[in-house]
Nanobody
Framework: QVQLVEFGGGLVQAGGSLRLSCAAS????????MGWFRQAPGKEREFVAA????????YYADSVKGRFTISRDNAKKTVYLQMNSLKPEDTAVYYC???????????????????WGLGTQVTVSA
């Protein structure tokens, strides 16, 4: 199981930006598609973004499309989530997720990811 640790959460005003990072322990990071999920207070965890193994293909939830950008640096074994134009509705705990080894494409469901970080809090004030 891949160990994942998120960094970069915090408090920001609406319209501001944050950059989340997720560091992976695996020596074969490039073999895993990666993703980000979030869970707002009182709501279920939802898909945010995903990226394939090479970083050439990305996928986004409609709610964040055009505002968030997922990227990865396989040499650094890190996946990022750049969040711009943040809204109060973006307030949630954000989780880094690792997909299945060797998968050609990431999924958008929890079952499509086998490893999870502990999460980092993002709070957007109105």
């Amino acid at each position: 199981q891949v160990q994942l640790v998120e960094f970069g959460g915090g408090l920001v005003q609406a319209g501001g930006s944050l950059r989340l990072s997720c560091a992976a322990s695996t020596r074969t990071f490039s073999n895993y598609p990666m993703g980000w999920f979030r869970q707002a207070p009182g709501k279920e965890r939802e898909f945010v973004a995903a990226i394939n193994r090479s970083g050439g293909s990305t996928y986004y939830a409609d709610s964040v499309k055009g505002r968030f950008t997922i990227s990865r640096d396989n040499a650094k074994k890190t996946v990022y989530l750049q969040m711009n134009s943040l809204k109060p509705e973006d307030t949630a705990v954000y989780y880094c997720a690792g997909g299945h080894f060797g998968a050609a494409s990431p999924g958008t469901r929890e079952a499509d990811f086998a490893s999870w970080g502990l999460g980092t809090q993002v709070t957007v004030s109105a």
